[in-house]
């Protein structure tokens, strides 16, 4: 690989959600990840976990001890702070007050949906972001029943101004059928804009397979697109620069 890969969503501060149960671990995934070629990756704990078992300031100092012993282990691997929000009524107000955090203090703020069949709320918070000045990344929505069934607001927020994040492991079909199946809709109609691992731990399910997924995305839309999804865009985010993204298609699957 002649390019660096940057994985934005990523568990793995070790005790603070769902992800790894130590610094050991913490750093087998950052070794794991840098022989598929990443150098950057953004710890995305889960917002409800870090303010209700720790603290923002907490997760910050994790941080700064995790990339101290990146250096001293020779990893060049640097990470980033960003956290998965939880998307509900309460979002716009959590970001005002800094317990929703973005992506490494830039404008771009990863958003986890629903876990609903519908819901009424989202388009209202959605708008609400976005008129705050920052732009929505929608969490896997590969992954969410609210876009299966309603393929039409996925490219609805999209067109919007929401950018969306696929998971590495739904490309090739790790989350089942009908999420490979979705998966590949949303690249043909480009409306998947990132790629990232949402790596859990560093073995067995959820662990680093980033390098992967990019091989399987460049054979549905090829390698420039699939570079810009694990590259380009993902450090232009870091550089919280704006995006050049292709226009959407609308999709026309829908969940059986
Ligand atoms: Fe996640």
Do not use: W
Request: hydrophobic letters at 40%.
């Amino acid at each position: 690989m002649n390019f660096s890969l940057f994985d934005l969503h990523n568990h793995l501060l070790p005790l603070v959600d769902d992800g790894p149960i130590s610094m050991d671990e913490t750093m087998e995934i950052v070794s794991l990840s840098e022989l598929q070629g990443v150098h950057t990756i953004v710890a995305t704990p889960h917002k409800k976990d870090v303010n209700e078992l720790h603290s923002v300031t907490y997760v910050k100092d994790l941080l700064e001890e995790a990339n101290q012993i990146c250096s001293e282990r020779g990893y060049s691997t640097r990470l980033k702070l960003g956290m998965e929000n939880h998307l509900d009524p309460s979002l716009p107000d959590d970001i005002s007050t800094g317990t929703a955090l973005p992506i490494e203090g830039s404008k771009y703020i990863l958003v986890e949906m629903p876990y609903v069949r519908k819901s009424n709320f989202i388009e209202d918070v959605l708008s609400q972001i976005l008129e705050m000045g920052l732009v929505p990344i929608i969490a896997h929505p590969e992954r969410m029943e609210l876009f299966q069934y309603n393929p039409n607001l996925l490219s609805k927020l999209v067109r919007n101004g929401a950018v969306t994040q696929l998971t590495a492991s739904s490309v090739y079909g790790k989350f089942g059928s009908t999420v490979q199946r979705f998966t590949e809709q949303i690249l043909r109609c480009n409306l998947g804009h990132i790629l990232a691992s949402d790596t859990h731990m560093s073995r067995g399910e959820r662990s680093p397979d980033l390098l992967k997924g990019y091989f399987e995305v460049s054979k549905i839309v090829g390698v420039e697109s699939a570079r810009d999804m694990v590259s380009t865009l993902p450090g232009a985010i870091l550089d919280d620069k704006a995006l050049n993204l292709k226009g959407p298609i609308d999709i026309g699957y829908r969940a059986e």
